[in-house]
């Protein structure tokens, strides 16, 4: 397996007072493929974010790394671009505005014009055509988090780092975006990490989903491969015999085995834990 | 005609030259000792609505009856939830009850009274915590106790306005348990504002879209035929949970959809890459433009605006 975007032995601590050290992530060994959708799950504090926050490099490695696109990773950069569970946009600044920030930095070589062409297209394709121009004020919660999506990937980033995007917002809402972020996600194919607590979600939009121990000293405890198809859609997958059963299986891994730390171990060349039953294909062409 | 009925109701805010409509042509009937669940997005004026059946505002055009009269204003009949809880501060959980009690039946003696608040407290399992301060409790604590304060007053009907949007997950699910067992208890005419599409259908008779604003009105009521009392976990693997689910959030995208005018555009995206500004601004080889991806530079994609 060609990985795209490697993390070998991830490690973040923090000195404590007494002298020792409080280790929240350890041994967080993960490979991703290009145009790879991964979702990592866990309990609220157990590192989810950390891992991801390091790999954008707002967080500082303490030992391991972090290799993108045959670079090792140090400091953050355009070329992963984040969208935070808040939207983090800038209140002085128009919609435009805030996506035209990063635009002007990696596109410098480009023309005006073209520059322009990048935000428009974005901000449309997620729905705010209508409202370019407004400020983040004049925004629901939703319409700013399509302005967060649509900055990160406006910039053709090599990576897109998704930290619980939806969690603020109400489930009509969140079923929405994910959609407006999937629709978007197939047709550009950037590999992607999203942290969420959201099992249903993790499903729906992922090819795998880590599943995260608890901290301190947290890990990846398993993952599981999601084989549906895509073009995925939310009704059909939800009425396959196998989506209970992946369902499940995350759910009781968050409620039992979460709290035992068992760093998860790849067998047989396997990198995900398969539980889709063999009629699988049948079953999808009853739809 | 029903015990609760709204009809052709319309309500706007704002002088005419800066008008919102809020809501539009709503009608709704409610039998006593219904259960119904009106579910709409934020933002739709779930909150106008409402108020108008709490007689807090009154309806632009239209009429609101209850048992057959036409209400004229807010009233002890009427039992409100909000999703703030709303209890005073500087009263405990006794005093916040007890000051519903004593408006209600000033009649009863003060031990009736006192016996009558008591019995409220313990319903929804909270007598260990009586003397205490709102700020002392939880906000599943709070919400508690504005219920008992609601129930506590005997309305006819009970409006619950977002009740549990303020909650974590969990102490979410105890309370619609909760809620489910007061209501099959004494089966009291509900209304429950929500926009939690499994609340909706977990709890009530039947389920109504309240489609997105403005000029927002109310869809197709959907019946929800699951025999009670409902566990959660069965239901949530229901069959015709998920049906009614899938009914209920289609249509709601589905009209929010309605809204957008179906005008296209016509949307370029310059096919170039990044720059790698790692090292600023200086770029190898002479080249002063940015390197495109492939001979085909333009792509054109239609989006409804």
């Not at chain 1, 299986?249 to 709290?259: G, K, N, P, S």
């Not at chain 2, 009863?108 to 700020?135: D, Q």
């Amino acid at each position: 397996m060609s990985a795209y975007c490697e993390i070998s032995n991830l490690v973040k601590a923090y000195p404590t007072a007494d002298g020792g050290q409080a280790v929240i992530v350890k041994d967080f060994n993960l490979r991703l493929k290009k145009g790879e959708f991964v979702t990592v799950i866990g309990h609220s504090g157990c590192g989810k974010s950390t891992q991801l926050m390091m790999l954008a490099g707002l967080s500082s490695i303490t030992d391991g790394g972090i290799v993108l696109a045959g670079k090792e990773l140090s400091g953050p950069g355009p070329d992963r671009g984040i969208v935070f569970q808040s939207p983090s946009l800038l209140p002085w600044m128009t919609a435009r505005e805030n996506v035209m920030l990063g635009i002007n930095q990696v596109f410098f070589t480009a023309s005006k014009r073209e520059r322009a062409q990048i935000a428009e297209y974005y901000l449309s394709v997620v729905g705010l055509a209508d409202s370019v121009d407004k400020y983040p004020v004049e925004l629901s919660q939703g319409m700013r988090q399509r302005v967060g999506i649509a900055r990160a990937f406006a910039l053709k980033p090599k990576m897109l780092l998704l930290d619980e995007p939806f969690g603020m917002l109400d489930s009509l809402t969140r079923y929405e975006l994910q959609q407006v972020l999937l629709d978007l996600w197939r047709k550009e194919r950037i590999t992607a990490m999203m942290v969420t607590h959201d099992v249903d979600e993790a499903l729906y939009l992922s090819d795998r989903v880590v599943m995260m121990t608890d901290g301190p000293e947290a890990t990846i405890g398993d993952i599981l491969e999601v084989k549906f198809p895509r073009p995925r859609e939310r009704k059909v997958i939800m009425e396959l015999p196998d989506y209970q059963k992946l369902r499940e299986y995350l759910i009781e891994f968050l409620e039992v085995r979460a709290h035992q730390r068992t760093p998860f171990v790849p067998q047989n060349g396997a990198d995900a834990t398969n539980i889709h039953s063999a009629d699988f294909g049948a079953a999808l062409a009853a739809f | 005609m029903s015990f609760l009925e709204v009809k052709n109701v319309s309500k706007g805010y704002g002088p005419p030259w800066k008008r919102s409509e809020i809501l539009e042509d709503i009608n709704l009937s409610i039998e006593e000792g219904e259960f119904v669940s009106i579910i709409g997005y934020s933002g739709a004026g779930k909150t106008t609505l409402m108020s108008l059946l709490a007689g807090l505002i009154k309806p632009d055009k239209g009429t609101v009856t209850l048992g057959g009269k036409a209400m004229s204003g807010p009233g002890p009949d009427r039992g409100l939830v909000f999703q703030n809880y709303s209890l005073l501060p500087w009263l405990t959980v006794y005093e916040n009850v007890a000051l519903a009690v004593d408006q209600v039946f000033p009649k009863w003696s003060t031990a009736e009274r006192k016996a009558h608040t008591e019995k409220f407290i313990k319903m929804v399992n909270l007598t260990p915590a009586t003397k205490k301060l709102p700020r002392e409790l939880s906000g599943g604590m709070r919400q508690r106790v504005s219920v008992a304060r609601t129930l506590a007053i005997n309305p006819r009907v009970l409006l619950l306005d977002e009740p549990l949007g303020a909650l974590d997950a969990l102490t979410r699910a105890t309370l619609q348990d909760e809620i489910s067992r007061l209501w099959q208890e004494d089966r009291k005419t509900v209304v429950l504002i929500t926009n939690d599409p499994d609340e909706a259908i977990l709890l009530a008779d039947r389920v109504i879209p309240l489609t997105a604003g403005p000029k927002a009105t109310l869809g197709p009521s959907i019946p929800v035929t699951i025999e009670r009392p409902r566990d959660r976990k069965c239901v949530s693997e229901d069959y015709d949970f998920k049906q009614i689910r899938n009914e209920v959030i289609d249509y709601l995208l589905k009209a929010r959809d309605r809204h957008k005018a179906s005008l296209s555009r016509n949307l370029v995206l310059p096919d170039i890459e990044p720059e790698d500004i790692s090292r600023g601004r200086r770029l190898s080889g002479g080249r002063r433009g940015p390197v495109r991806k492939s001979e085909i530079k333009r792509e054109n994609v239609e989006v409804e605006v």
